[in-house]
């Protein structure tokens, strides 16, 4: 099924301010996550999983967000990708940037494999981002550093790429989506507007 045969779907990447809109006002919802999450921590280990669910910032994240994204991702593929406030950030910052060729080690699965290796055993296990607001909100402008220092020296969407923990994690639930997002004309993907860059033709598969 072609999905720009769908009125409201072909109208919707045919606006000059998608997906650039829904980028700017998830960023502004990640800074207040994040100015949501400063400065609200504990010791306690009992008291850290009732702040888990009652701290706003921290609920958000782990029990809607993470959730409807995985969801959405096993629905129709990596379509939070599109409106990631990240990429937004990334992309701005690699106009500016040196724009170096990404090394062989960052292709190689190192990195994200050590990245992850972070998240799970110091973030996680050691500093419990997912129960403590304010590790969580460090966590989260630790993301967005790296994702701009890596925008800064190396060319376009190399932190999307090689590096993003949240994308390559969601490429794997992509794997059991019943649609797939893809260009059928890679020779022909401008559309009226120059300043975008679109798939004429983004097909659903079964």
């Known amino acids: 099924m072609d999905l720009l045969k769908i009125g409201w779907v072909r109208r919707l990447f045919l606006l000059r ?5 829904p980028q700017v006002i998830l960023l502004l919802v990640f800074a207040l996550i994040i100015a949501g999450g400063l400065g609200i921590t504990t010791g306690d280990a009992k008291f850290a999983k009732i702040l888990r669910n009652t701290n706003l910032a921290n609920l958000v994240v782990w029990s809607y967000w993470w959730p409807l994204i995985i969801v959405a991702t096993v629905l129709v593929g990596r379509i939070w990708c599109m409106v990631c406030p990240i990429e937004l950030v990334t992309a701005v910052a690699s106009k500016i940037g040196l724009k170096r060729q990404v090394p ?3 292709k190689s699965g190192w990195i994200i494999t050590i990245f992850y290796a972070v998240i799970l055993l110091v973030g996680i296990h050691t500093l419990s981002i997912h129960r403590l607001p304010h590790r969580m909100a460090i966590y989260m402008l630790v993301l967005f550093g790296v994702a701009m220092a890596c925008s800064l ?3 376009k969407r190399a932190f999307c790429s090689y590096v993003c923990p949240v ?6 639930y992509a794997l059991i989506s ?3 997002w893809r260009v059928n004309d890679k020779k022909n993907v401008r559309i009226a507007n120059p300043k975008t860059v679109l798939p ?3 097909n659903t598969i079964w």
């Open 153 to 155: 020296i190396f060319e």
């Open 167 to 172: 994308g390559h994690l969601l490429g794997l």
């Open 104 to 106: 062989y080690f960052f």
């Open 17 to 21: 301010w998608f997906p650039l809109a």
């Open 178 to 180: 019943p649609w797939q």
């Open 200 to 202: 004429r033709e983004i």
